[in-house]
């Protein structure tokens, strides 16, 4: 459709294979024993009601569990939000983009009957801008190929020898890039490797660990270059990824109560006992804990928790990004990158942007601002900050201020939610190495070959915990199949629909 076959890469495999490695090597935290799997028998609570929980909560339902979920806010989804209000335009707030293997998500939107609808089908271009100026496919696949070849032959240091995995978790993105610095022919080379990784991660070059390097970033073969390697972002929910969480809602809204924030999980003879914010307080035999990485430690776990998981939550951290949405009378990027193209740039501006139309509905054209790290803390307002970017970005969009005009503008700043507290999991120097046996890995036959979240009477679930899908919705709902799968003691298969 226009933009040549993706170059093949798999970073979810690379991360699941790398967490293996972590394992075999016997690197890091000891891993705390997964509970045995035993049918459950009393009430099921699930804290949090972003994917993760409710998908928890579907599967129990439909294994006939008696199961309640418990959300904090007055909305469900959590970081699936598609905003709509009379009169205006439809804004996905968080998360819009599925890839193609995101396995849950493909089944969860197939067993509620809605489409994903293929944002590639249609002419797409990616552009990208090197200080004001677009760069043609070839020169970036020139300008990329010296350090995508060096990171491939880390790749395989890593595969062979778990103390090399160690030693490049140890350091950052920024260290990595220094010491590779004659393998970038122009210096944007190194900022778009730089810009692209705060948009994956959320944080700068120097606090996040040179193994993302590994996982999303470019993939370059022969005269073509991926940005995003591997990352395909093919699809989209019809109606906005609200429209699965409305469904799931829908389906088990006897068993879902809003406004309950649990402040504390104690322990009680036959199993747990959640207390919430107004000091109500509810028993269970056990509890799905999901909520974001950020706000866990808000949590006051009362019970026996192994050392390790509680250095866990003191650490674990979200990055921050948001977004700058513009709704537009006239959509006129489409004629240049198309529904399904992106845009990226360095040096000025906002590294990254995209068609964030909510699809399979009628109503006004939105762009995506895309911003990462630091640059979320821009006190400019929404409308002035977009207005700057479509200037910033002219030359590769044409006249995007014109386009959205004084149509509607929001900003998203999820890092400012006290119930989310930043965007998706971020992992500096040093963690993985440190935790990456606390998190879930899922086998080729849907099980948890690694449940380490599942402690006793309380299991972990959330995108932050997953193998091979963090900072997607698909974490979130792989994570929590495998939870319930926990309490179950049975296996539920990913694609049954
Ligand atoms: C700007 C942005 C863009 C994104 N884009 C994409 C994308 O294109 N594609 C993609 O796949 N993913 C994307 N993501 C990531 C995706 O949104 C998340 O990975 C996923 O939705 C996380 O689901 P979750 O259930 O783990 O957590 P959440 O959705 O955060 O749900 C956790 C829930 O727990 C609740 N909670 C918190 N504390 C308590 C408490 N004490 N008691 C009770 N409830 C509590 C919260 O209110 C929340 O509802 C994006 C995220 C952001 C922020």
Redesign the pocket.
């Known amino acids: 459709a226009g933009e040549a076959a993706a170059v093949p890469a798999s970073p979810a495999a690379t991360r699941r294979a790398l967490l293996k490695g972590l394992a075999a090597g016997g690197i890091g935290a000891t891993i705390p024993a997964a509970a045995p799997a035993r049918a459950v028998t009393g009430p099921v609570a699930i804290?949090?009601?972003?994917?993760?929980?409710?998908?928890a909560l579907h599967h129990l339902r439909e294994a006939g569990v008696d199961a309640r979920l418990?959300?904090?806010?007055d909305?469900?989804?959590?970081?699936?939000f598609t905003l709509r209000r009379n009169g205006a335009p439809t804004f996905e707030?968080?998360?819009?983009?599925?890839?193609s293997d995101?396995a849950d998500?493909h089944a969860l939107t197939a067993r509620f009957g809605i489409p994903l609808v293929d944002r590639k089908a249609d002419t797409h271009r990616s552009i990208v801008l090197a200080e004001g100026r677009p760069v043609r496919d070839t020169e970036l696949a020139d300008a990329l190929r010296p350090i995508a070849a060096q990171i491939g032959i880390d790749a395989d240091r890593i595969d062979a020898d778990p103390a090399a995995l160690a030693a490049f978790d140890a350091i950052s993105v920024a260290d990595y890039l220094d010491r590779h610095a004659d393998l970038f022919p122009h210096p944007w080379v190194r900022r778009l490797l730089e810009v692209t990784g705060r948009t994956e991660y959320g944080a700068e070059p120097d606090a996040t660990s040179a193994l993302s390097l590994l996982f999303n970033l470019p993939t370059v073969d022969g005269t073509r270059a991926d940005i995003l390697g591997g990352s395909d972002?093919r699809y989209a929910i019809a109606g906005g990824?609200g429209a699965l969480i409305a469904a799931l809602a829908e389906r088990h809204a006897r068993h879902i109560e809003t406004g309950?924030?649990?402040?504390r999980v104690d322990r009680t003879t036959g199993g747990v006992r959640l207390t919430?914010?107004d000091a109500r307080k509810v028993e269970a035999e056990r509890v799905i804990v999901?909520?974001?990485a950020a706000?866990?430690r808000?949590?006051d776990f009362a019970l026996p928790l192994p050392p390790a998981w509680r250095s866990f939550i003191a650490a674990m951290d979200l990055g921050r990004?948001?977004?700058i949405l513009a709704a537009a009378a006239d959509p006129r990027w489409r004629a240049i990158v198309g529904a399904g193209g992106e845009f990226w740039q360095t040096g000025g501006g906002c590294a990254s942007g995209w068609d964030g139309t909510v699809l399979g509905e009628a109503g006004p054209a939105v762009w995506t601002w895309?911003l990462g790290g630091d640059e979320v803390e821009s006190a400019i307002p929404a409308r002035a900050l977009a207005i700057r970017y479509a200037h910033d970005a002219r030359g590769a969009l044409g006249d995007m201020a014109a386009a959205c005009g004084d149509a509607p503008v929001r900003r998203?700043a999820?890092h400012r939610?006290p119930?989310?507290g930043?965007?998706?999991?971020s992992y500096p120097p040093g963690h993985l190495t440190r935790f990456g046996r606390l998190l879930w890995i899922e086998g080729a036959d849907g099980t948890a070959t690694q449940a380490a979240p599942a402690i006793g009477r309380v299991v972990f679930?959330?995108?932050?915990l997953s193998d091979a899908?963090?900072?997607?919705?698909?974490?979130?709902?792989q994570?929590?199949r495998l939870a319930a799968q926990a309490v179950l003691g049975s296996t539920i298969t990913p694609l049954a629909v």
Do not use: C
């Open positions: 804290v949090g009601g972003g994917i993760a929980g409710l998908t418990y959300e904090a806010g909305r469900l989804g959590g970081r699936m707030m968080g998360a819009q983009l599925v890839n995101h998500i972002e990824s309950r924030l649990v402040r919430f914010g999901a909520v974001p706000v866990t808000r949590i990004n948001e977004k895309y998203t999820w939610n119930l989310i930043g965007a998706y999991g679930a959330g995108e932050h899908f963090p900072g997607y919705m698909n974490g979130g709902a994570t929590g």
